[in-house]
T-cell receptor, first 110, second 114 residues
Framework: DAGVTQSPTHLIKTRGQQVTLRCSPK?????VSWYQQALGQGPQFIFQ???????QRGNFPDRFSGHQFPNYSSELNVNALLLGDSALYLC?????????FGAGTRLSVL | GENVEQHPSTLSVQEGDSAVIKCTYS??????FPWYKQELGKRPQLIID?????GEKKDQRIAVTLNKTAKHFSLHITETQPEDSAVYFC?????????????FGKGTLLTVNP
């Protein structure tokens, strides 16, 4: 049984560009959450998707958007990238509350 | 919103000693408290969790205690081993629908010296 998978593992972009990150949840999980983890910090909640809709959102600007597909996989899109968007982006899938994380996508904005 | 404070930020122990990490939370409505272990360059791994209707939970060398009145919870690791070395994060869940939004502490770097 595959766990949570994310792609790509690493990404380098320049300021102003747009990026799309992808996540496949653990088998049987219907909820996907996205987190941003800056170096030396705990993960910060971006948003959560359930039944293809954004259920909850953290304190992130509208440049951060997402999508969930009928097979429960999800995408995170970030527009107009800033240097401060450089971080590890983690996807977590859950069912009945327990969240399991993917290995993350390391985004570097130059 | 929820705010989670975690202490200490670094903890160094000798192999075989116990380690305790403490967290406080602000939202009295929070009802789910997981702990994650993150080794360098790896994903956060759920190691134990507790819900607000329980005061203590144990899993082999790991235990978590919860004091709802004081709004704090703690991770206890006994008989520490070098492979316990990692960053540990506590989190609290703010209820929102049937699933949860986690707010994390800033982490504790635990080093177990052989």
């Amino acid at each position: 049984d595959a766990g949570v998978t994310q792609s790509p593992t690493h990404l380098i972009k320049t300021r102003g560009q747009q990026v799309t990150l992808r996540c496949s949840p653990k088998s049987g999980h219907d909820t996907v959450s996205w987190y941003q983890q800056a170096l030396g910090q705990g993960p910060q909640f971006i948003f959560q998707y359930y039944e293809e809709e954004e259920r909850q959102r953290g304190n992130f600007p509208d440049r951060f958007s997402g999508h969930q597909f009928p097979n429960y996989s999800s995408e995170l899109n970030v527009n107009a990238l800033l240097l401060g968007d450089s971080a590890l982006y983690l996807c977590a899938s859950s069912q009945q509350g327990r969240e399991y994380f993917g290995a993350g996508t390391r985004l570097s904005v130059l | 919103g929820e705010n989670v404070e975690q202490h200490p930020s670094t903890l160094s122990v000798q192999e075989g000693d116990s380690a305790v990490i403490k967290c406080t939370y602000s939202d009295s409505a929070s009802n789910y408290f997981p702990w994650y272990k993150q080794e360098l360059g790896k994903r956060p791994q759920l190691i134990i969790d507790i819900r607000s209707n329980v005061g203590e939970k144990k899993d082999q060398r790991i235990a978590v205690t919860l004091n709802k009145t004081a709004k704090h919870f703690s991770l206890h690791i006994t008989e520490t081993q070098p492979e316990d070395s990692a960053v540990y994060f506590c989190a609290a869940s703010s209820p929102g629908g049937s699933n949860y939004k986690l707010t994390f502490g800033k982490g504790t770097l635990l080093t177990v010296n052989p």
